[in-house]
């Protein structure tokens, strides 16, 4: 996993954001000087909406994972504009992702440059988010834990996304071959040696991100204000010892891979890989799993987690995140609320966050854009 940058740190932060039938947004362009920005109003005006703006300066489809055509505008033309100027140790960096009316798919620009993929938005800016939608986490599927897994590890490591989908299409490839009648084991075999490879190099990345966010957890762990989350992976090899050198690890998952054809072919599906992997969080003081602690419990476990995260990233990566807290002040109490503003503040980074009243965010009112959402600017 890249160390680049750990010991010089960039302070990024976004100055501005122009919307064009984003969501419900006609047209709407504003402007931040502060590292907190607070977005208050009524339910369903539009707050998160600029939140998932914001989140498409990330690679991916942004903090609700709906499709592009679910964020144009209604009654617009069946496209949309999110334009965004970044500033990094005082370069500024112009980022757009426009959708195209005209269904030829999404286009993003650095500085009016086309670029290829995605994984090139890592380079200006690093997006972290937590939102309601993440409350059930610990309780949910697998499926949604290794995203959130796999976000995390992106953030340090912008290779990840592509090894990722490459295994994904790899393992569509050989689950299709596996369902024909006459399979081709030459092909079959160069699929299997592809994800195994990819698939060690995912499962050691994501080992990696955990064995250094527990280290950031618990170096932090007796000046914080929210519970210690104790964290373990299951890499989804049920077989592979990957105590072994890399290249052996390889070869024991193809190996895996390949011993499993008859009974993957009668399941339709490969049982075995990083694709079934899964992150366990445990509630360290009460040593119990995390998914069995209360509801407030666990959204100040996410928060910790979230936090030490964002502090993992600025080390790592040498970008201090920007990032996106979508209600986060609405179930906390006075006192921790406070601490949390704190604890962002003295990681100096940027944070945008949401909320229906102004009020639950006066600890920091005079260090921060507080901007009303709705009224006049609904719609525009």
Excluded: C
């Excluded at 965004?84 to 960096?93: I, L, M, P, Q, R």
């Excluded at 476990?301 to 936090?307: D, E, N, P, R, S």
């Amino acid at each position: 996993m890249s160390q680049t940058g750990s010991n010089a740190q960039a302070s990024t932060r976004i100055t501005r954001l122009r919307l064009g039938d984003f969501r419900n947004y006609e047209t709407l362009t504003l402007g931040f000087d502060s590292p907190f920005v607070v977005f208050f109003g009524n339910n369903g005006v539009g707050k998160t909406n600029l939140l998932e703006a914001l989140s498409l300066m990330s690679p991916g489809r942004g903090l609700r994972r709906a499709t592009y055509g679910e964020m144009a505008r209604q009654a617009g033309s069946g496209g949309f504009l999110v334009r965004s100027e970044v500033v990094s140790s005082d370069a500024a960096t112009t980022v757009e992702s426009r959708l195209s009316p005209d269904g030829s798919g999404r286009a993003l620009k650095i500085d009016e440059t086309a670029v290829k993929t995605a994984d090139e938005l890592l380079d200006i800016l690093r997006v972290l988010w937590l939102t309601p939608a993440m409350d059930g986490l610990f309780t949910g599927p697998a499926g949604d834990r290794r995203r959130f897994l796999d976000r995390m590890v992106l953030a340090v490591d912008p290779a990840h996304g592509r090894r990722a989908s490459d295994y994904e299409r790899a393992m569509r490839s050989r689950n299709r071959l596996l369902s024909e009648d006459r399979m081709d084991d030459s092909w079959l075999s160069g699929l299997e040696t592809q994800m195994a490879e990819l698939g060690v190099a995912m499962a050691i990345a994501r080992a990696d991100l955990v064995r250094m966010l527990s280290d950031k957890i618990a170096a932090a762990a007796a000046a914080s204000p929210f519970p210690v989350a104790r964290l373990s992976l299951a890499s989804g090899f049920e077989a592979v010892d990957f105590s072994m050198a890399a290249v052996e690890i390889e070869e024991e998952a193809r190996l895996a891979l390949r011993r499993s054809r008859p009974l993957d072919r009668a399941a339709g599906r490969t049982r075995e890989g990083v694709h079934r992997a899964d992150l366990s969080v445990y509630y360290a003081e009460k040593d119990m799993p995390a998914a069995l602690a209360s509801t407030g419990e666990q959204k100040a476990l996410l928060i910790g987690l979230v936090l030490a995260h964002a502090q993992l990233v600025a080390a790592v990566s040498g970008f201090r995140p920007v990032m996106l807290l979508d209600e986060v002040a609405a179930h906390l109490d006075p006192g921790r609320r406070a601490a949390l503003f704190e604890l962002i503040g003295s990681l100096d980074v940027q944070a945008f966050m949401t909320g229906t009243d102004a009020h639950l965010f006066e600890a920091i009112a005079d260090r921060a854009n507080m901007i009303p959402v709705g009224g006049d600017q609904e719609g525009r």
